[in-house]
């Protein structure tokens, strides 16, 4: 049986080599952990924003219904409400108008957002979500914290936006959405029905879309194919739809730079490789002496196992220990680029990295065990030496 | 002092570390469970489909409810030219 003395003791051999080869087993260890780091991050933001957009979006409407011409989406009549009329379950329908506006100026891109909060579910708590100020009336926006900076200039009470024929359109700020939201509202302008219309140019009876609010749940999926039925001209998008947008799109861009992270993760294995198996003269004599001692074949194995161990962990916790810290403290700031692309607004990303053990594993594996394993054989070869090789 | 104890304190310092950043994350989840009533209201009250995360095109501000074919409407096979865009999967096919 192996004593845990024995093994003690050829640990503070393992690190005292590592020491005397201090240069490259650092330079191991930084890019050993530098890759870790990479890979965690990446998994850390992307969960983190899946379940953001999972927690957040189990409240989005039950049932969107848009208007589909030629392949495209277009303005859905108000008249279409009466023709769901006869659908049992149906709680409420809000029409909504929404779009974008480009601001020339800043180069940024807002949402224009114009319903009735009444008839939505929790519409009349929707104060408890703006910071100052009430909901909007004629005439009145309410603004995301990223517009608000921008537009009212921080201290503007009136400013005005162009509508299509370029004629101005002036809005009193009613109030600003709360910091909290931003991950929802950062870019938004939110007023009533009639003045997002006249924004917009849009005739009175039309709307964007309308919102679908069902009495019982579980009837939703029954509820969206009836209306599919009753108007074939357009799409319905129920929650659970939306949700599994958001899986996919995630799910998509952790694949996609999974992959790019794991050529990272290959050049690693390679240089690790590279390191491990090129014997100096020094290590040849030094196995060569702890051989001719008495040391087994076995006794060396051990050694360099322990040697990948520690080099292996210590840079997996360090690395991983960062990428929690660039996460959850510096808002991913090196894939926040990637992340945001060109957009001029965006949300401070306040991202609460999701630490899950299948994952830690799933990543311990990625990274520890193919560098065990490219290791071994080098290692084998170390502990194969006949005795006197390097003496003679 | 012996190396095996040496490595033992630097665990030690990155464990005291780990915990700090452990209850750092438990801080972080207290702050979001009070933050999820607001959130909450504010998606259903204004019946909000989608994150306001990358707003450079439409597609990848409402990639929910998104027109199916802007991401290639230039031409078919149109190469995406937005950076972000290129990051996204076709949105998931409706009925």
Not at chain 1, 343 to 368: D, K, N, Q, W, Y
Not at chain 2, 41 to 48: H, P, Q, R, S
Request: glycine share 6%; hydrophobic share 50%.
């Amino acid at each position: 049986m192996i004593s845990f003395a024995r093994q003690l003791n050829l640990i503070d051999y393992s690190l005292s080599s590592l020491w005397r080869r201090r240069g490259k087993s650092l330079g191991v260890m930084v890019v050993f952990a530098g890759v870790i780091f990479l890979l965690a991050s990446f998994q850390m933001t992307t969960r983190a924003l899946t379940d953001a957009a999972a927690d957040l979006l189990a409240y989005a409407p039950e049932i969107t219904i848009q208007k589909m011409t030629a392949g495209r989406q277009e303005s859905i009549p108000l008249e279409y409400q009466e023709k769901l009329s006869s659908i049992w379950g149906i709680r409420a329908i809000t029409p909504r108008v929404w779009g974008y506006y480009f601001n020339e100026i800043s180069g940024a891109n807002y949402t224009i957002l114009g319903l009735d909060p009444h008839s939505m579910p929790l519409g009349d708590q929707l104060g408890q979500a703006i910071d100052t100020g009430a909901l909007p009336e004629a005439h009145e926006v309410v603004l995301g914290q990223g517009v608000n900076a921008e537009v009212a200039g921080g201290d503007k009470s009136i400013f005005s936006l162009f509508r299509p024929d370029l004629s101005l359109k002036a809005f009193a700020l009613a109030g600003t959405f709360k910091a909290e939201t931003n991950l929802l509202t950062y870019d938004t302008l939110f007023m009533n029905l009639d003045d997002a219309r006249d924004l917009f140019a849009m005739a009175e009876d039309m709307a964007t879309d309308l919102c679908v609010t069902v009495a019982n749940p579980s009837e939703v999926s029954t509820i969206a194919k009836k209306i599919a039925a009753l108007l074939p001209d357009t799409r319905v998008v129920t929650r659970q739809q939306v949700q599994k947008t958001y899986q996919a799109v995630f799910g998509w861009r952790s694949g996609f730079a999974s992959i790019c992270l794991l050529t990272a993760l290959a050049s690693f294995i390679i240089f690790a490789w590279d390191k491990a198996s090129g014997l100096t003269p020094e290590e040849r004599k030094e196995i060569s002496v702890l051989k001719i001692i008495g040391w087994q074949t076995s006794d060396v194995l051990v050694l360099r196992f322990w040697e990948g161990v520690i080099v292996s962990l210590v840079s997996f916790v360090v690395g991983y220990t960062l990428a929690y810290i660039h996460v959850s403290f510096f808002e991913a700031s090196l894939f926040r680029p990637i992340l945001l692309g060109w957009s001029v607004l965006h949300p401070a990303l306040r991202l609460r990295p999701s630490v899950e053990l299948g994952e830690t594993l799933l990543i311990l594996c990625l990274t520890v065990v193919p560098y065990l394993a490219a290791t071994v054989i080098p290692a084998w070869r170390a502990a194969i030496i006949p005795a006197d090789s390097a003496l003679n | 002092m012996r190396p095996s104890l040496m490595l033992l304190v630097f665990l030690g310092l990155l464990a005291l570390t780990d915990g700090a950043l452990f209850l750092h994350h438990h801080q972080q989840g207290i702050r979001s469970a009070a933050e999820a009533d607001v959130m909450k209201i504010t998606v259903a009250g204004l019946g909000l489909t989608d994150l306001s995360l990358a707003t450079e095109a439409r597609y990848t501000r409402h990639p929910a409810v998104t027109d199916l074919v802007v991401p290639v409407m230039d031409h078919p096979g149109a190469i995406e030219h937005f950076p972000s865009g290129s990051f996204w999967a076709s949105p998931v096919s409706h009925p």
